[in-house]
């Protein structure tokens, strides 16, 4: 049974830093490509990040400059470096980890950028 486990949420003031981590459990191969994805409310899931098995990642342009990516394939393990936080940053951050056919999702963890 896979387990997508995230963490490292919280709150933070505006300006501050937060570093999320996604680990995925139980599975004996390495997910090609993780990421994460976020979720306001009253508005659909964005992405936020990705990156392959080779290190190559995308970020969406709202979070470019700010926000990096990074992961452990050894761990099947991805980072979630967020620095200079703005309030509509707050939302639900989700991992998510695919290797054709498998997608995989956490439960997400939430993230409140907030004075």
């Known amino acids: 049974q896979v387990q997508i486990v995230e963490s490292g949420g919280g709150l933070v003031q505006p300006g501050g830093s937060l570093r999320l981590s996604c680990a995925a459990s139980?599975?004996?191969?390495?997910?090609?490509?993780m990421g994460w994805y976020r979720q306001a409310p009253g508005k659909q899931r964005e992405l936020v990040a990705t990156?392959?098995?080779?290190?190559?990642?995308v970020y969406a342009d709202s979070v470019k400059g700010r926000f990096t990516i990074s992961r452990d394939n050894a761990k099947n393990t991805v980072y979630l470096q967020m620095n200079s936080l703005k309030p509509e940053d707050t939302a639900v951050y989700y991992c998510?980890?695919?290797?054709?056919?498998?997608?995989?999702w956490g439960q997400g963890t939430q993230v409140t950028v907030s004075s």
């Open positions: 998510r980890a695919q290797r054709w056919p498998v997608d995989d």
């Open positions: 139980g599975s004996i191969f390495t997910y090609y490509l």
């Open positions: 990156v392959t098995i080779g290190g190559s990642p």
